[in-house]
């Protein structure tokens, strides 16, 4: 990583991303127990230019769709020993997936069986066999309407990061992970220092600049399993997991000293700008989500009352 001397260059990597965004692989998470037909539509997909992975042990279904973020689901009706009917049920129960599309793909023909299938919370029943063209354009159409429903829902339209709705249920479901791998999870609160001034001295426009600029650091030197959302104007909250609040402090603060190293270019001035965050892991905190925003949020005062620029833990 090098120091930039210009950050709105930062801010314009933040748009090219945001562009970006719409020509990246459709992921589709595959569940079948006859794997070389699902090896198949695999291909099938990749070749469409997809991402598509295969799950063949239903009982993951909830981590893999976790942590592969599909945007479809292919669903076999009768998989060894589960119903995929009642799959669909599970991932229906969860709020934050919500609009997730999940075509049905089986021998199945006996329609009260389908609309029975389908009433269980699924979008579409495809009859094997079918043809590959019909399957990729039939995953293409529907994922690419998640995405752009999704991004609408979850993200911000400045910096592309999680809303501050969808951040707070990040945090939950994080936590609830963390519990049950007896995992440490650390949140960190963050905010720009004197931000109105900026916009009063500089103006929005440019205002706007430095969050993009923020916002691109944070994506680059966390990890693609941390969650970052923009939870007010100028403030951020992150999400760590398997972190604790001291490897998170490391890594904010060296983020801290990158984004004030920024030098930021108007009219002919150079200006810089600084942060503070608060730094709280799940170790001694119960698991609720407010608890552990309330401490962050806590050790966030504290660096700015202690005189900005710095991390708290
Ligand atoms: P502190 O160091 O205590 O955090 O001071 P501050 O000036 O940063 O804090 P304050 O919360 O008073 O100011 C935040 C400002 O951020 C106020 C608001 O006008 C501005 N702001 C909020 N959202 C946006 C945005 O999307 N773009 C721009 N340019 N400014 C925004
Ligand atoms: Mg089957
Ligand atoms: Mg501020
Ligand atoms: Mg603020």
């Known amino acids: 990583f090098q120091h930039p001397t210009d950050a709105s260059e930062l801010a314009t990597r933040i748009d090219s991303m945001l562009r970006e965004r719409d020509i990246q692989a459709y992921r589709v998470l595959i569940v079948d127990d006859d794997l070389i037909l699902a090896e198949h539509y695999r291909l099938v997909l990749t070749a469409a230019g997809m991402r598509a992975e295969i799950l063949d042990a239903p009982t993951l279904i909830i981590e893999r769709v976790a942590s592969f973020r599909p945007e479809l689901i292919l669903l076999d009706v009768n998989l060894s020993g589960y119903s995929g009917p009642d799959l669909a049920s599970v991932i229906r129960y969860h709020d934050e997936w919500v609009g997730l599309p999940i075509v049905y793909l089986s021998a199945e023909t006996d329609l009260d069986r389908q609309i029975d299938a389908l009433s269980r919370g699924a979008d579409d029943f495809l009859v094997k066999p079918i043809s590959d063209t019909q ?4 995953v293409k159409v529907r994922a690419r309407r998640f995405r752009q429903l999704a991004e609408l829902m979850y993200l911000d339209s400045l910096t592309g990061l999680y809303k501050h709705g969808p951040i707070k249920d990040e945090l939950r479901a994080e936590l609830g992970r963390a519990r049950r791998n007896q995992a440490s999870l650390t949140a960190a609160m963050i905010d720009i220092d004197h931000f109105k001034q900026v916009n009063d001295t500089y103006g929005h426009a440019q205002g706007d600049r430095v969050i993009k600029a923020l916002a691109y650091l944070l994506k680059q030197r966390l990890r693609q399993s941390d969650r970052i959302g923009r939870y007010g104007g100028e403030e951020f909250l992150v999400i760590m ?3 604790d609040a001291e490897e998170a402090r490391r890594a904010l603060d060296d983020i801290r000293l ?43 005062y504290a660096a700015k009352r202690s005189g900005r620029d710095r991390v708290v833990l």
Do not use: M, Y
């Open 135 to 138: 399957l990729v354009a039939v």
């Open 241 to 243: 997991s398997a972190c």
């Open 258 to 300: 990158r984004f004030s190293a920024l030098q930021f270019h108007h009219e002919g001035k150079v200006f810089n700008c600084t942060l503070s965050a608060g730094v709280a892991d799940n170790a001694v905190l119960d698991d609720e989500p407010q608890a552990l925003l309330a401490a962050a949020d806590e050790a966030l």
